[in-house]
């Protein structure tokens, strides 16, 4: 009985453990995408002008959905 | 030393140098608004001089309100600008076109103005997960708009309350449609000489009619031209600022997403550069679409400040009309953000569709192609057919 319990309490920490390793990581990733994100922000000279393309990405989608019917 | 000095004086001359067309293009911007304060009173006075009382008459083909939805979708998806359609609205109400009549124009300038970022997001086309998260991400906006007609419409249809919640703020701002705003409007004094000195210009060359007419296209293409440039102005002016707005709004809610939305547009004036910019971010896995749903939504609101600004410069009996319906446009968006997505269920559509039209279209292209000429150009045109049929 008491061995079943200690082994009861070592699954428990060792779940405890893992899931404290897990918020780091999640915590980790998060705080790798936000810099991704500031990243991408810090050159929005590149994005901004976006809607200027519209025609453009028009026409890139017309050439491939020409292709893709040929095929 | 001599090194260093002639090392340190080209940016300082740079420096100077910017400031220098900065200050020169925030006049310019100015004088643009001034422009565009001119337009939209040009098309108000040219179009109470053609129409005169009859301005309701000429606008009955669009008593149905599927028509006006209609005009308004249409209109801003070739003109790709939503501010130029309310501006030109706000124009027209201030020439007596019936607020009852403009409000579906407002609404399908909402839907016509999504087409932009859509047709942006099909630049991506060669990468299929990336063309599946830039269309998704571009396409939850004419969902959310879509949507916002589905609820809005039929309601203001059945009891105006977006034309009496307007009608009640602008009563409270100008104090009542039957009073005049001559002494709280100062924009009249600055515009009025501009306009009379080119209507009685045209009144030498053409007829009455047909001079007021010519105002009237004069007006409309004035708006285009001068929001157009404003946008590339403000967009070269305010890029900074719009990346210390987007850079405090990371890692925080929808809320905040909302807010740098709404901030972005106005910085730019324009929504459909704040809904374009996102998407080769969210195309390239940076952003999610759940991160880019709030954002989008502030555009909404943010585009509103167009309609407002231009309601500033009508004066006359009409003033408190075109007030109301920048003011209908505003109160649209901002209800619709709050009802849809305050109720969950209303909230996951948007995002659902989006995401179930973006893996068909990176199947077959053909859907993309099909949605964009159906949405926003097909179905107007059915429903136009099917409520004429009904005698709605």
Same mark, same amino acid.
């Given at each position: ?6 082994? *009861?309490?070592?699954?428990?920490? =060792? ?46 989608? !017309? ?9 | ?24 293009? !925030? ?28 301005? =309701? ?35 027209? #109400? ?8 403009? %409000? ?10 999504? #087409? ?7 630049? /991506? #086309? ?13 396409? *939850? /906006? ?16 059945? +009891? ?7 009608? !009640? ?16 409007? +100062? ?16 009144? &030498? #060359? +053409?007829?009455?009619?047909?001079? $007021?007419?010519?105002? *009237? ?25 719009? =990346? ?60 509103? %400040? ?6 500033? $410069? ?10 109301? %319906?920048?003011?209908? /446009? ?46 926003? +150009? ?13 005698? &709605?």
């Amino acid at each position: 009985m008491s061995e079943n319990n200690s082994n *009861i309490q070592e699954l428990e920490t =060792k779940i405890a453990e893992l899931r404290k390793s897990l918020n780091e990581l999640e915590g980790n990733l998060e705080k790798a995408r936000e810099g991704e994100q500031h990243e991408a922000i810090n050159h929005l000279e590149d994005y901004i002008n976006e809607v200027d393309t519209k025609f453009s990405s028009f026409q890139i989608f !017309w050439k491939t959905l020409l292709e893709d019917l040929r095929k | 030393m001599t090194t260093s000095t002639s090392t340190a004086s080209p940016p300082l001359e740079n420096d100077s140098e910017n400031s220098g067309n900065s200050i020169l293009n !925030w006049i310019l911007v100015a004088f643009l608004v001034y422009l565009l304060l001119v337009a939209v009173s040009m098309i108000g006075s040219g179009f109470k001089a053609a129409a005169g009382d009859q301005a =309701k008459e000429l606008f009955a083909f669009a008593n149905n309100p599927f028509t006006g939805l209609v005009i308004g979708t249409i209109a801003t998806a070739l003109i790709q600008s939503s501010s130029t359609v309310t501006s030109i609205i706000v124009g027209l #109400v201030a020439g007596g076109l019936p607020v009852t009549i403009a %409000i579906p124009m407002i609404m399908g300038a909402n839907i016509g103005t999504s #087409v932009t970022n859509t047709l942006v997001s099909l630049g /991506h #086309v060669r990468d299929g997960n990336e063309f599946k998260r830039a269309f998704a991400s571009a396409t *939850i /906006h004419d969902f959310f708009n879509l949507l916002s007609v589905v609820i809005f419409l039929p309601i203001e249809i059945m +009891f105006h309350p977006l034309e009496k919640m307007a009608g !009640w703020m602008s009563s409270g701002l100008v104090g009542g449609q039957s009073m005049s705003m001559k002494g709280l409007n +100062f924009i009249k004094p600055l515009t009025k000489p501009v306009i009379n000195t080119v209507e009685n210009s045209l009144n &030498i #060359v +053409f007829s009455e009619k047909l001079a $007021a007419i010519t105002v *009237i296209i004069l007006g409309i293409v004035l708006i285009f031209v001068v929001i157009t440039f404003i946008g590339k102005l403000l967009k070269k002016l305010m890029v900074g600022k719009a =990346k210390d707005v987007l850079h405090k709004a990371i890692g925080r809610g929808p809320i905040t997403g909302i807010t740098v939305g709404a901030v972005i547009t106005i910085l730019v004036q324009s929504s459909s550069t704040t809904t374009s910019l996102i998407v080769p971010l969210a195309g390239a896995g940076l952003f999610t679409l759940a991160q880019v749903y709030p954002f989008t939504l502030g555009a909404n609101i943010g585009t509103c %400040i167009t309609a407002l600004l231009a309601a500033t $410069a009508v004066s006359g009996e009409y003033s408190g009309f075109a007030l109301q %319906i920048a003011l209908v /446009h505003l109160i649209y968006n901002v209800l619709g953000v709050i009802v849809i997505y305050s109720i969950p269920i209303l909230r996951s559509i948007p995002p659902k569709c989006a995401e179930l039209l973006a893996t068909a279209a990176v199947k077959n292209k053909l859907y993309a192609l099909a949605y964009i000429s159906g949405v926003f +150009f097909i179905i107007p045109g059915m429903l136009i057919f099917i409520s004429n049929l009904l005698g &709605i």
